[in-house]
């Protein structure tokens, strides 16, 4: 999820059951990185962390186009 409303750097959240992760974009390309996390074990970050890395050219151009430049 990236809000409208967001601040930079350009990042992704994942949200689960009311815990919830942060990974910045590192745009253009990744890799995606923790930013913070609530709630998740560190299995499951490592496992949520691969989820938004083949999208991440598409999720900066979204941001860029929602935010501008990261």
């Not at 949200?15 to 996390?37: I, K, M, T």
């Not at 499951?44 to 083949?54: D, G, I, S, T």
């Amino acid at each position: 999820m990236i809000y409208t409303n967001d601040h930079r750097p350009a990042h992704v959240r994942v949200w689960d059951a009311g815990r919830q992760a942060l990974f910045n974009s590192s745009c253009p390309a990744g890799p995606v990185g923790l930013r913070e996390n609530f709630g998740f074990s560190w299995p499951e970050v490592n496992e949520l962390a691969r989820l938004p890395q083949p999208h991440v050219p598409a999720l900066c151009a979204r941001w860029k186009t929602m935010h501008g430049d990261d």
